[in-house]
Nanobody, 124 residues
Framework: QVQLVESGGGLVQAGDSLRLSCAASGRTFSIYAMGWFRQAPGKEREFVARINWSGRSTYYADSVKGRFTISRDNAENTVYLLMNSLKPEDTAVYYC?????????????????WGQGTQVTVSS
């Protein structure tokens, strides 16, 4: 079992930056990749970014490419999402998730462990 705890959300203005953190504990040796997803009010949860556990490979949704950066701290078992140039449409609950299956995926169903989510609100 992997436990994930997100932090760092908040209320910011358009153009501001935020950094989300996701601390992993438990069976972290089983993690192959970590991802960030988000769910805006009235919408389905969507993929944002992923990083493999070695940190060598990253991938982003087109909507955040060039603005968001995913990274990890091996020593702290923590994954970060640095969000720059935030827009009102980035407003959502952001979730981190862990994938144990050793294959590439951006699908929710392939991530077996989830955090509780952290709210990000961007005002115009």
């Amino acid at each position: 079992q992997v436990q994930l705890v997100e932090s760092g959300g908040g209320l910011v203005q358009a153009g501001d930056s935020l950094r989300l953190s996701c601390a992993a504990s438990g069976r972290t040796f089983s993690i192959y990749a970590m991802g960030w997803f988000r769910q805006a009010p009235g919408k389905e949860r969507e993929f944002v970014a992923r990083i493999n556990w070695s940190g060598r490979s990253t991938y982003y949704a087109d909507s955040v490419k060039g603005r968001f950066t995913i990274s990890r701290d091996n020593a702290e078992n923590t994954v970060y999402l640095l969000m720059n140039s935030l827009k009102p449409e980035d407003t959502a609950v952001y979730y981190c998730a862990a994938q144990s299956g050793r294959y590439y995926s951006t699908r929710e169903r392939d991530f077996g462990s989830w955090g509780q989510g952290t709210q990000v609100t961007v005002s115009s």
